[in-house]
């Protein structure tokens, strides 16, 4: 049997299903000591580069918990995953938005103790194959003698290998957290610092204008359907308070208020 991961620090990773750039804005805001880096095709890691666990009082569980949650929310359209483990214990929490986290836990000598039906929800949520996937996660959640719960985190992140994460060299699962910050840092892993609401709401923006549905917050073809929103809430407005209509009412002042909003984001955010 391998060595059991009972002496090992309490350590965390958080894997976000996105590039740095967007998750850069939403980390920032949980005014924490992190590191940010590329792991990658499409995702990012976060690696605390401070050890809260050990000054608040907080299981590290419970802390991750709370950062992958707070993340997911202020995302909201891509899920993220925190790897945790201290001297009893790992484990992964998933947060995708809105939804309930998922969690599943092994003790130190790989026994697994949660659900098998948390890796089905766990593979669903990440768009994982069915068949596939499903099986090699299905195997992390049989006993076997010769995995601690640090080889079942590895070989979590092996299965998400297969939809394009790739840790950086040397930001493994399972490792100390000293070990992890310093070489994240060596690899040139962004430290994030915070700035203030204004910087971080500036950021946040800036994220969003760059991705799929920036044209349509900014520039002509915001413009065009702000005033295409307004050219048919305004009749619709005119038509529902004249037919005391509240439904109609309702439906022509809603396209009112967001054509206007955006004319005028559009106007604010001019260079």
Request: with cysteine.
């Amino acid at each position: 049997m391998n060595a059991t991961s009972g002496s090992r620090p309490a350590g965390a990773l958080l894997l976000c299903r996105a590039e740095p750039a967007a998750v850069r804005p939403p980390a920032q805001l949980l005014r924490e000591q992190l590191l940010l880096a590329p792991a990658g095709s499409e995702w990012s890691v976060v690696v605390p580069e401070g050890k809260p666990w050990l000054h608040g009082g907080e299981p590290v569980e419970r802390v991750v918990t709370g950062w992958a949650t707070a993340l997911a929310v202020s995302a909201a359209t891509w899920p993220v995953l925190a790897l945790w483990w201290d001297a009893d214990r790992a484990g992964l929490i998933l947060a995708a938005g809105f939804r309930r986290t998922v969690g599943y836990i092994w003790l130190a000598d790989g026994t697994p103790v949660g659900e098998d039906e948390a890796m089905r929800t766990f593979a669903a949520r990440l768009a994982l194959d069915p068949v596939l996937d499903v099986q090699a996660l299905e195997a992390l959640t049989r006993p076997d003698g010769d995995a601690d719960a640090h080889a079942r985190l590895i070989g979590l992140t092996a299965v998400l290998a297969r939809v394009g994460l790739a840790l950086p060299t040397g930001i493994t699962p399972g490792e100390s957290a000293d070990l992890l910050r310093s070489v994240a840092l060596a690899q040139g892993a962004e430290q994030l610092e915070w700035s203030g609401w204004r910087d971080a709401v500036r950021a946040e923006l800036d994220a969003v204008e760059g991705g799929p549905f920036g044209p349509y917050l900014r520039g002509p073809k915001a413009r065009l359907l702000g005033a295409a929103q307004l050219g048919a809430g305004l009749p619709l407005l005119v038509w529902g308070v004249g037919r005391r209509s509240g439904g109609w009412t309702t439906a022509g002042a809603l396209l009112v208020a967001h054509g206007a909003t955006g004319l005028l984001y559009d106007r604010l955010r001019a260079p």
